[in-house]
Structures are given as C-alpha cells and as structure tokens.
C-alpha cells in the first residue's frame, strides 16, 4: 500500500496555485450572466415516412408520439409559448403529417378546432378550421364534431356567417350517420334564420323532411315545427310588402 503524504508536504508554490485556480474559476462563473430561455421556432414536419421511421415503422405509434410531442412544444425549457406565437403553417403540416399516419385518428381535428383555433388571430383561426373542413370531408360521420365546432367559432368568434353556414351545410349535406345529432345536422337552418334568409331556409327544412334521411320523430317534430313557423314568417313579410 502506498502512503498518502501529508498536506504539509504539499510544496506552498504548488498550493498558492491551485488556490489562485479556484479563485480564477469561481470569479469566472460569478461574472458570467444569468441564462436566458431561449425560444425555439416551430420547423415545418418531416415526410411522413421518416416519421414512421423514428417509431420502427409503427405508423399508428409514430403519430401517437409526434402528437404528444407537439402538444408539449409550446412548453420549452424555461419558457411558456403562447399558441399565438407559432407558425400556423408550420404547425398545419405537422397535423397533416399525423392524420397521413393515422387517418382514422380524431385527436389532431380536435386539437385544430379546440387548441389551436382559440388564438385572438382571425388569420391562424381560419387556418385551423378550414383543416377541421378538409378532413371532415373524408369522414363525415365521425368528424362532424369538430367541425360542429369550427361553425360555432366562425359564428361567434369570427362573426363569419358566411363561413359558419358552409361548414353547417356540409355537416346537413355530408352527414348522415345514425350517430349524428340532429342539433348539428339543423345547424344550418338556425344560420340562415340569423342572415335574414328565410326562403333558403324554408326550401332547407322541406327538403330534409322530404328526403327520407330523416328518422327521428324529434327531428322531424322538430322540422315541422319550424318549417310552419318559417312560412309563417314570410306570409308576414309577404302582406307587409
């Protein structure tokens, strides 16, 4: 075994330099400033198939964790992100990228719709419900929820009637599974109430009850209901003339 000299032993020239070294390296870390957080910018999404590829081609895994990962982007090391902030662009390839991994998914419609359209940016929110819009028309039947809701938002947060009633005329028109509440489907004829067209309204409301679409005696209670009530409406209108 090797003896451990003494501290004493130590040559003070040998000492005086390491002292003078641990002072030179704790005054350089106190004049150092203070680390600031630094925000990252959203980049556009990789291909598709790279992004499987990080997952060992599981698609259906691959978009599970690039959702989770998008999500959490606006919360960096140090910093809060405002949703606000981001490149809509950017951010729009990297839903797209996640339903071409997972079509039957739903979470990426809802966080468009309920996350990331509820900036105060007329702009990024159109962005985000016309996404909603595109791919509700590939399955209507089971993403009418969200653009249910892009309606809602163009008419009350937008105050864009004209863009509500489009995206409540494809749920009416494209819609028609059993699992579609009649609340959404009717959406449209309350629209073009609130616009003044009544006609267009009316020739809406019979024409549903027409179709034979409709199979639910409360929808069609409904629809009778306001179908009288409308062209009551305009037989006003008509003798006031």
Not at 55 to 74: E, I, N, P, S, V
Request: hydrophobic share 45%; aromatic share 6%; glycine share 4%.
């Amino acid at each position: 075994m090797r003896q451990q000299r003494r501290l004493s032993a130590v040559p003070a020239p040998v000492i005086a330099l390491l002292a003078a070294g641990l002072a030179l390296q704790v005054t350089w870390h106190a004049l150092q400033p203070p680390p600031r957080a630094q925000q990252v910018a959203l980049r556009p999404a990789p291909p598709a198939a790279l992004l499987r590829l990080g997952a060992l081609g599981d698609a259906l895994l691959a978009a599970k964790l690039t959702m989770l990962w998008l999500q959490a982007f606006d919360n960096q090391p140090g910093i809060s992100i405002p949703f606000r902030e981001l490149d809509y662009a950017c951010l729009e390839t990297w839903l797209e990228r996640i339903l071409a991994l997972d079509p039957k998914g739903q979470y990426p419609l809802l966080a468009a719709s309920r996350l990331y359209a509820e900036v105060p940016d007329g702009d990024k929110q159109k962005r985000m419900l016309e996404l909603v819009y595109r791919h509700f028309l590939l399955e209507p039947d089971t993403r009418w929820p969200w653009l249910a809701h892009a309606a809602i938002l163009a008419r009350h947060r937008l105050g864009d009637l004209q863009l509500a009633l489009k995206y409540a005329r494809a749920i009416t028109d494209q819609a028609s599974g059993e699992d579609v509440p009649f609340w959404a489907r009717d959406m449209s004829i309350l629209l073009l109430e609130d616009m003044g067209e009544l006609e267009a309204a009316r020739i809406l409301v019979g024409g549903l009850i027409r179709s034979g679409r409709i199979t639910d005696p409360n929808e069609l209670r409904f629809l009778h209901r306001k179908l009288a009530a409308l062209e009551s409406r305009n037989d006003e209108i008509s003798t006031t003339r």
